[in-house]
Each structure stands twice: as C-alpha cells, then as structure tokens.
C-alpha cells in the first residue's frame, strides 16, 4: 500500500524558513505528479504546490516567488521549501500522490503536519 510521511513543520516567526519533506513507502516515479496542499480552519484545502513526473511545477498565486517544490526519486521525497513566511500561511500541509489510470484517478495522502507562522 501506498503510504507518504510529512514531516518538517513547526514554528516560525513571520519571515522565516520552513522545509517540508515527504517520503513515500513506494517509487515516486510511479506516480504522476505530487503535490502539496494546505489547509486552515474554517478554509477548503487548497492546491500550494505541485511537480510533474517530468519535473514541471506549479504554484498557487499566493506562494509564487516564495515557495519552491522538488523531487529526489532515489530518496522517494518530495519537498516543499518555504521562505518568507507570512502568518497567513499557517495551516496544515499534506503531501498528495496522484496516479491516472485508465477509468481511474488514484489519489493518497499523508496524515499532515502542522505549519504556524507568527507574526
């Protein structure tokens, strides 16, 4: 089964740097792309980052120029490094996999970790 642990979280005063890991019980190249994604109180979880099998990436408007994802298929990890962080970047990220197959669209998570940013 497939299984992916974040860790890296924590606190971090406003500015700061944080960097996100997440590693996974199987091959990340079989997966299509990874992603990370947030979510705070009261809000929808939202799309931060995301990296194709081939490497392409993409960002959420709101961490554009701050955030940066990348992969590193022989540690089987995914990264999200953050910098300039604001408090409203506080919530829980989660580590997606998606897998497209024919007839199916296979998502996994992680079980999270916390982010808090003070100001």
């Known amino acids: 089964q497939v299984q992916l642990v974040e860790s890296g979280g924590g606190l971090v005063q406003a500015g700061g740097s944080l960097r996100l890991s997440c590693v996974a019980s199987?091959?990340?190249?079989?997966?299509?792309?990874m992603a990370w994604y947030r979510q705070a109180p009261g809000n929808e979880r939202e799309l931060v980052a995301g990296i194709t099998r081939n490497g392409d990436t993409n960002f959420a408007n709101s961490v554009k120029g701050r955030f940066t994802i990348s992969r590193d298929s022989a540690k089987k990890t995914v990264y999200l490094q953050m910098n300039s962080l604001r408090p409203a970047d506080t919530a829980v990220y989660y580590c997606?996999?998606?897998?497209?197959?024919?007839?199916?669209?296979?998502?996994?998570w992680g079980q999270g970790t916390q982010v808090t940013v003070s100001s």
């Open positions: 199987v091959s990340i190249d079989s997966f299509n792309d």
């Open positions: 997606n996999a998606r897998r497209i197959l024919i007839g199916q669209d296979l998502n996994y």
